[in-house]
């Protein structure tokens, strides 16, 4: 018969298990498992409670300014500390592939205040100031391992002189202004070139310089047209008027009647090539002269 | 009668409720252990393993998922006699199960086997309106039993329609559609005390738990323990438990008879304590490892070590032989035995066509009980052992679990019953709704 009281815990001389009643839950911990078992009661439990209890510490935490102050002055104290650590410093600016001039203008333009910390740095916008320079085609900045920060620039190489109305400049080979130029004589080996639009038609002048190679010393200069097509200037005052197109072809031609008959040795003063299928040539007075003479002379007049 | 049904119907909504949850607890409440299985239903296309017919033949739509036996206290005869012990078992039986299957329960289906079940055969008769037979007509039919006066002590807990005959043609399972112009039918009611059942209520509600169905343990073990075959052509089931034999009679599917012998295995048990001077426990102890129903010349010189802890010599070295054992046993299992056939006569059993019997329950383990039995209950006797469930662990597969599974497939696919059927139209509170409504139909 079961005890109608709970019996008194008496242990039994045996073990440690008491005697009479069998263990079973208690009321309590038997709900408190089946509560613990609602999935909706576990999640809350589990996620819920905990995420609650750090945001709603967090926002005690925060909600007093000078804490939040204190906070936000640690965090730029250590930013700073870590920003300005030697291995971060900048301490050399180095530039190489410049002349000496660009490479004094290229520092004055940076303008940086060394040393720095190469987390204020940014390389893109210091790039593009370096190569807003018209003498220079690229440049590459990068940091060097010992606080180097070093520009490498590309300058532009001038291949043509050209004289317009503001003076003389010096022009690279895709026709970009590289500077401007004092005198003709500071760049004795550089061709020259004159007119309106010459910019858009450097690599053009380049080629038709380089076809009247076999002319070379007595090549003056060119001439750009109505920016449209180029006059070759020789000295004595003559002149070779070039076609729009095929410009270097025409040259060419004309430099092969020139090899075959010595044509621009002679009393000329204007080869008109703008036609091509009708080549013109402009006599100097003197052989006009002298030519009616001849033909006079023939006709025996 | 009315409210019997509203319970009834609510525990069946209770069912469906925990069905369309996917969980449900059983607990069968016996004399010497609580057995809680925790099933979950996914449905039947969940455990099917590939083409074909499934396991089980569809019968498996669910799974045990956790499952917990634990020694019963406070039951004696398949009743409750201390109801805090039995609270106290069933929680802890519930929480082991549930923790195995970390789900937690709210439904559960209970059996007992005590509180003296009473077989009723009812029959009823109607003659039908329009020659057909529709639902409506069933369930007039089934309110038309003459249900006899069991007392108002008692409560019903199966009535199960087992036979429908429309005019003289009778072994009808479903006589719906079928034209005649009267439809009979014989019930079988099963009724048990109400305080039992008052008392088990109880304790489940202490337990925090909702009831989703009541079932007489004869009969699930029945369920489970009898195959197929012999549910249609005819078999007694006898659950030898702790506490009671449950008794129920299968024909053409249906339990047709239940009853219960109020001897079992833990008389046993105290016939040995008291023989052999030993306490309980030791006595379960020698019953269930040298236990046996039949002496052989081999017994008489296999002593058993009864023991003792009194601290005397003499009394702590005692030996009994195995044939002395079998003779305190074997007078009442043959007891025991001798009831069932009592009762099965009682019921005229003889007169069904098969007279098969199927012992199980745990004291079907003993050795030799096979041959007592066929002699006391006829030649047609064998042991049986629960369906396989998916789940179930291997140690809940025993025959002493047959009253368990047969609840969980009595929780899977419950037979109709009286109260599955719709409350006939002239007994419905609102019948003057649907009056209106036929008149208006009638009418218009």
Redesign the interface.
């Known amino acids: 018969m ?1 005890p109608v009281k709970p019996e008194p815990r008496v242990y039994s001389r045996k073990g440690a298990r008491p005697s009479g009643r ?4 208690s ?1 309590w911990s ?2 408190m ?2 509560m613990w ?3 909706a009661y576990r999640r809350m439990l589990r996620v819920g409670l905990p995420g609650l209890l750090v945001a709603g510490l967090a926002l005690w935490f925060l909600s007093d300014k000078a804490r939040v102050e204190d906070i936000t002055t640690w965090v730029d104290e250590t930013k700073r500390a870590v920003e300005e650590r030697p291995e971060f410093m900048i301490k050399v600016l180095s530039i190489e592939g410049a002349s000496p001039e660009l490479a004094d203008a290229v520092r004055e333009q940076l303008a940086l205040r060394l040393p720095l910390s190469s987390f204020d740095i940014e390389l893109e916008p210091m790039r593009q100031n370096v190569e807003s320079f018209n003498a220079v085609a690229s440049a590459r900045m990068r940091i060097k391992p010992g606080g180097v920060l070093v520009v490498e620039i590309v300058e532009r190489q001038p291949a043509v002189l050209w004289r317009h109305v503001g003076g003389l400049s010096l022009l690279d080979a895709e026709g970009n202004l590289v500077a401007g130029a004092a005198a003709r004589t500071d760049w004795p080996d550089l061709p020259l070139v004159a007119g309106q639009g010459v910019e858009q038609a450097v690599p053009e002048a380049l080629a038709l310089i380089a076809a009247a190679a076999p002319l070379a010393g007595r090549l003056r200069g060119l001439m750009r047209v109505g920016e449209r097509r180029w006059d070759v200037i020789l000295d004595r005052g003559q002149r070779i008027q070039l076609p729009e197109k095929n410009a270097v072809a025409a040259l060419e031609r004309l430099i092969a009647l020139d090899q075959a008959r010595d044509m621009l040795d002679r009393e000329i003063t204007v080869v008109d090539f703008r036609n091509p299928l009708r080549p013109t040539v402009r006599l100097t007075s003197y052989g006009v002269e002298e030519i009616q003479k001849i033909r006079d002379f023939e006709f025996g007049r | 009668m009315t409210d019997l049904y509203q319970t009834q119907r609510s525990m069946r909504r209770m069912r469906n409720q925990a069905m369309d949850r996917g969980v449900i607890a059983i607990l069968d409440v016996g004399t010497s252990k609580i057995a809680c299985l925790v099933l979950r239903f996914d449905g039947p296309e969940k455990f099917r393993g590939g083409e074909g017919v499934g396991s089980l033949a569809g019968q498996s739509s669910f799974r045990v998922i956790g499952a917990a036996t ?2 019963s ?2 039951v004696a005869f398949g009743e409750i ?2 109801m805090r ?1 039995t609270e ?2 069933i ?2 039986a ?2 082991a199960a ?2 195995m299957a ?3 329960v709210d439904h559960v289906i209970v059996s007992f086997s005590g509180a003296r079940p009473r077989s009723y055969g009812l029959d009823g008769r109607i003659d039908l309106a329009d020659s057909t037979v529709r639902d409506d007509d069933v369930a007039r039919v089934l309110s038309s039993c003459l249900v006899p006066d069991f007392g108002s002590d008692r409560e019903v807990l199966h009535a199960h329609p087992v036979n429908f005959a429309i005019d003289h043609r009778s072994g009808l399972n479903d006589p719906r559609g079928q034209m005649g112009n009267s439809l009979s039918v014989d019930m079988h009611l099963l009724t048990v005390d109400m305080q039992a059942i008052q008392n088990l209520l109880y304790c489940i509600k ?3 738990l909702e009831l989703a169905g009541l079932a007489s343990s004869a009969y699930v073990s029945g369920i489970s323990a009898l195959v197929e075959d012999e549910q249609e052509l005819g078999a007694a089931c006898v659950d030898l438990g702790g506490g009671s034999a449950g008794i129920s009679v299968f024909i053409k599917k249906h339990m047709i008879y239940a009853d219960s012998v109020r001897i079992g295995g833990e008389h046993i048990t105290q016939d040995i304590s008291k023989g052999l001077q030993v306490p309980l426990n030791v006595a379960e102890r020698i019953k269930t490892f040298y236990g046996g129903v039949t002496a052989t010349g081999i017994d008489d010189r296999e002593m058993i070590e009864i023991g003792g802890d009194t601290g005397d010599w003499e009394h702590d070295r005692r030996k009994v032989s195995r044939a002395e054992l079998i003779g305190i046993m074997r007078p009442r299992v043959e007891e025991i035995l001798e009831d069932v056939r009592a009762r099965l006569d009682a019921a005229g059993f003889d007169h069904l066509p098969a007279q098969q019997i199927v012992l199980t329950g745990g004291c079907s383990q003993t050795p030799g009980l096979d041959g007592l039995a066929s002699r006391i209950l006829g030649q047609q006797v064998r042991l049986g052992r629960p369906l396989r469930v998916q789940g179930l662990p291997q140690a809940a597969t025993g025959p002493a679990f047959s009253g368990s599974v047969g609840l969980c497939l009595f929780a899977a696919n419950p037979q109709d019953e009286w109260w599955d059927f719709d409350i006939p139209a002239d007994r419905y509170p609102a019948r003057s709704l649907k009056r209106a409504v036929k008149w208006f139909r009638d009418n218009w």
Request: net charge positive; hydrophobic share 20%.
């Open positions: 079961q069998d263990p079973a839950p009321r038997y709900r498992h089946r078992l609602t999935p | 634990t020694r206290r406070g006699a201390a012990e106290r078992a929680r802890t519930v929480q549930q923790k970390n789900v937690r202490r337990c925090d």
